[in-house]
């Protein structure tokens, strides 16, 4: 379901959570009753987007149903037609040919039913046998229960899939007895498996996070499981869950029916607690229906995630035509929500990406969509250029605001990496000790990104290499301390571990710069990190980019290639393909 806002941003502005109580049911919602339908005078232009995903105006979360049909790219995603805060939510729809540029339609789906008249919320779209979609998504209805529904397309024959019907038999699936029904919301893609299709929904039981199972054989009449597919203590609401096959044997995406001796399966869930998100790799047995995460996924807050910033209710797919299992997130703003109102719109949708499971077969790989490319313009490319330390250098020849670098470090040894602390178990907390300018053996060494000309301004995406007992250990860390002079913004110090093997003695780096968000990937993709940042004085022409290292160990930019970034159609309504 949406995130009303980064809890961390409450924190700043003076915010707090309110707790409705509706005939017994319990919600917490931010909500803004004299805002919400404030409509943007003038969408201010500064800090907007140049090739992420978002609307014209006002305010956008989750990203509901991806699919691909009728030679179209469909996204739908949570929106306020009428300001930029959260509330009046509907489907807005929109469809591409190549998940670049975009057309907007009308919404798909809003308020209408008994149904979901306080609500039309998350959920996922299915392409049944025959080639028809539908879509379950989560409806308030008259008693303010979370309850599944579904829609339709008015007419298979249009491509667009403009309009969308709503049955009367509606709903599917009602929370059962000793089910949340505050807290059961965001039904998955389905899967085919013995003779029944499948779904979870995401819930609570106290502080236990559950996927509840519900199994139909004619996708109408559902019956919840005796057992969850998967729960676990102390881990609070499972809002967004995603569950998906995975091939051992490649890049290649599946279908999300596929089973078999070659697959593994992962569980996304999206954690209400944190506003951050983990996964688990394992095994799923469609005989009793249980998904066991093997022993190298932590089943928890400490587990792995797709991204480890502002990244939040994350929606897969399996696109056909190419055979990838393709990956949306949603980026929410990091300001404050005045800021929001003046400048009239809120939310992007990050970069699809492409997720694949490593040749260990323990973690998901991810990378933007080969798509993205085809907007690089402007190159410059160097080669052995040797950075020592304290040295920072300058890439010209692009535009630093809107622009996609890939670099790849390298360093003569390892033997100046300073010793690792077991008790450093927080990446974040670590990268906020341990900042670009703190000097150390092997690093802190990458790009400052969105940098003003005397550096009073810079978000620095940068590694550091730390020696355990055993091994090296690699931070990589995206910190927004230093990112601008404004005040009232949450600023921090994003960070994950990157499991990666350095005998090689290279690491590997891009990061995509597009005026207020900074989307790294490091190593091929094995840890990834989205930040929001709003630079006063590092904007459009006046924003520059640096490759630097404050390590003792000199580090060289063995290779490095930037371009500018053109800006695609972005969502101009009446622009056809």
């Not at 893609?189 to 199994?215: F, M, P």
């Not at 056909?320 to 980026?331: C, D, F, K, Q, V």
């Not at 109102?341 to 990406?353: E, S």
């Not at 350095?502 to 005026?515: A, Q, V, Y």
Request: hydrophobic share 35%.
């Amino acid at each position: 379901m949406e995130v009303l806002q980064f809890l961390s941003v409450f924190m700043l502005v003076g915010c707090c959570f309110v707790l409705l109580f509706n005939n017994g049911v319990e919600g917490s919602h931010k909500i803004y009753t004299d805002l919400q339908s404030k409509h943007a005078v003038k969408v201010n232009q500064l800090h907007r987007t140049g090739f992420h995903f978002q609307p014209p105006s006002h305010w956008i979360n989750d990203p509901n149903a991806p699919m691909y049909y009728g030679g179209f790219y469909h996204l739908f995603y949570q929106y306020n037609p009428k300001g930029a805060v959260w509330g009046n939510i509907v489907w807005a729809h929109s469809v591409s040919k190549d998940l670049v540029n975009w057309e907007a339609l009308e919404p798909a789906i809003y308020p209408t039913k008994p149904f979901d008249i306080n609500g039309c919320w998350s959920g996922s779209a299915t392409i049944l046998p025959g080639n028809k979609p539908i879509i379950l998504y989560t409806g308030l209805d008259t008693q303010n229960r979370q309850v599944q529904n579904y829609a339709i397309p008015a007419n298979l024959s249009d491509p667009y899939l403009r309009k969308w019907i709503k049955p009367d038999n509606n709903p599917l699936v009602f929370p059962g007895h000793g089910v949340n029904a505050s807290a059961f919301r965001d039904p998955t893609t389905a899967w085919w498996a013995d003779g029944h299709w499948r779904i979870i929904v995401g819930s609570r039981r106290k502080h236990r996070g559950i996927a509840y199972l519900y199994r139909s054989k004619d996708f109408m009449k559902w019956t919840q499981a005796q057992h969850p597919l998967h729960s676990a203590a102390n881990t609070g609401m499972w809002e967004c869950p995603d569950f998906f096959p995975v091939s051992i044997r490649g890049k290649n995406g599946l279908e999300t029916s596929v089973n078999g001796e070659h697959v593994k399966h992962v569980l996304k869930v999206s954690l209400d607690v944190t506003r951050y998100e983990y996964y688990t790799v394992g095994t799923y047995w469609p005989e009793i229906d249980r998904y066991i995460p093997e022993n190298t996924s932590a089943d928890g807050w400490s587990g792995m995630r797709y991204d480890y910033g502002n990244f939040y209710a994350s929606k897969t797919f399996f696109d056909a035509t190419t055979n990838r299992r393709i990956l949306w997130g949603w980026a929410n703003e990091s300001d404050a929500v005045d800021h929001d109102i003046a400048k009239g719109w809120a939310g992007i949708q990050a970069i699809p990406r492409v997720l694949w499971l490593d040749r260990c077969g323990k973690q998901l790989l991810q990378w933007p969509i080969e798509e993205l490319e085809s907007l690089r313009t402007e190159n410059v490319q160097w080669s052995n250029h040797e950075l020592s330390m304290g040295s920072h250098a300058e890439i010209t020849g692009i535009t630093p605001a809107q622009a996609d670098v890939e670099v790849t470090f390298s360093f003569p040894s390892l033997d100046k990496a300073e010793p690792f602390d077991p008790s450093w178990v927080d990446a974040q907390q670590l990268c906020s000790q341990k900042g670009s300018s703190v000097q150390g053996g092997v690093g802190p060494f990458g790009l400052l990104t969105l940098a003003s000309e005397n550096l009073e301004e810079y978000t620095p995406v940068f590694f550091r290499v730390f020696k355990d007992k055993f091994k090296h250990v690699v931070l990589m860390c995206s910190d927004a301390k230093s990112s601008s002079l404004k005040r009232g913004l949450y600023k921090p110090s994003f960070a994950g571990f990157v499991n990666v093997d350095l005998s090689d003695g290279k690491l590997s780096l891009r990061t995509l710069i597009d005026h207020s968000v900074v989307e790294s990937f490091g190593a091929e993709g094995r840890t990834c990190i989205t930040s929001r940042v709003y630079p006063t004085l590092a904007v459009l022409g006046n924003a520059h980019l640096y490759a630097f290292n404050n390590g003792t160990e000199s580090v060289t930019v063995e290779k490095l290639n930037a371009w500018s970034m053109k800006k695609p159609r972005m969502n101009e309504e009446g622009n056809r393909f």
